[in-house]
């Protein structure tokens, strides 16, 4: 498992490497079809700056070549805003008074409903984690129920053991995503002072149990902002390669979300630019050429139009990120606020306008 080989990856060293590449190692990285995580990190350094129209071409031409003109559409559906955990950058956290909702599941149907008839067939389950409100038998249930109006059901909630991940497949959920939001240990003690997430290598294992519990696609990423952005990257990196080398039957995908300010008032430590989050989309297409990258509606619609033909390959759209958002009227506490909120066919024509097919449905479980 992952957490026996993470210690052995030097961090100083690995800070060393990030700190010492330079504008040579960028155009080695260049000429390169299998880089290594030098050649990633000098991708993403300052030194990359001058060579971001051609990083930006090749991770583009790349793009194409492996997934054509496409960008999988997914909605995320809150079911839940309970959680028991402490995480400091995030206002679901547990000791943040607020009113806390669970759909039922017919409520969930009725949020699912709004989003199947705005043309998603990916829907994406969130929550909080809270096992007492959303367990393995309440997202079952769920997904048995959800089964004949999406072809793929994927959940992003607590970690769960092996044995849980086999029993969603078999309701028909295929998709697993988790953050690991640092791979700082000390930094990751800091900001989840409580809860069960304080396992930092519980958490780091969650994808591979997910693999080996049935999920076709596990979804990794970190708090951009959180911690040392470049180490933090570089470290996402190795984990991807990782999981993408020993589960060569489960497809890996990559997010970037780019930490905001959150309900309680915290500030992230180390800001992400525009120009570094580009580097970082290109520095994956590049060295994880066959990861799905994922931008979601956490960012501007300005920024995702110019940047998704760079590496993109999925997208969500019109999304509500509190329970209940898309079926009541009800101005429950988002996780965090949606920054591009054009409506779902105005993400799908801005789509179509560069020249890419917005792709409603990729996948059917009769494929298996
Ligand atoms: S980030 Fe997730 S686990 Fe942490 S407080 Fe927010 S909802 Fe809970």
């Known amino acids: 498992m992952y957490s026996e080989v993470f210690p052995s990856i030097d961090q100083n060293e690995l800070m060393s490497v990030i700190e010492e590449v330079g504008s040579r190692d960028v155009q080695v990285a260049l000429q390169k079809d299998q880089l290594d995580i030098k050649d990633f990190a000098a991708l993403i350094s300052p030194a990359a ?154 958490r780091l294992d969650t994808p591979e149990r997910g693999a080996l519990g049935g999920m076709r696609k596990v979804g990794l990423g970190v708090l951009l902002g959180l911690g040392n952005v470049s180490l933090d990257a570089c470290n996402l990196a190795l984990h991807a390669r990782y999981i993408m080398q020993n589960y060569w039957r489960t497809q890996v995908s990559v997010s970037f979300p780019r930490l905001r300010a959150a309900e309680g008032g915290f500030q992230p430590y180390d800001p992400v630019s525009d120009r570094t989050l580009l580097k970082l989309i290109c520095a994956f297409r590049l060295y994880t050429v066959d990861a799905v990258l994922v931008l979601s509606t956490r960012e501007s619609a300005q920024f995702r139009d110019a940047v998704f033909p760079c590496g993109i390959t999925q997208m969500s759209a019109g999304s509500k990120t509190n329970p209940g958002g898309y079926s009541s009227q009800d101005d429950t506490l988002e996780q965090f606020h949606v920054e591009d909120s054009r409506s779902v066919a105005h993400v799908a024509a801005a789509i179509r306008e560069q020249g890419y097919e917005a792709v409603w449905k990729d996948w059917d479980p009769l494929l298996v």
């Open 49 to 202: 700056d001058p060579y971001i129209e051609e990083i930006a071409n090749k991770a583009h031409q790349l793009t194409v070549q492996r997934f054509g003109r496409t960008i999988l559409m997914y909605a995320p559906l809150y079911v839940s805003n309970y959680c028991t955990n402490g995480c400091r950058y995030c206002g679901f956290n547990h000791q943040n008074l607020m009113e806390r909702h669970l759909l039922s599941h017919g409520q969930a149907l009725d949020d699912a409903a709004v989003i199947a008839s705005e043309g998603f067939r990916h829907l994406l389950l969130v929550s909080g984690e809270d096992p007492r409100y959303v367990d393995e038998q309440y997202l079952g249930e769920l997904a048995v129920k959800l089964k004949g109006r999406f072809s793929s059901i994927g959940v992003e909630v607590q970690p769960l053991e092996e044995s849980g991940y086999r029993h969603l497949s078999e309701c028909g959920v295929d998709s697993l995503t988790i953050y690991q939001e640092t791979y700082n240990t000390e930094l990751y003690s800091e900001v989840h002072p409580s809860g069960k997430k304080r396992d930092f290598n519980y």
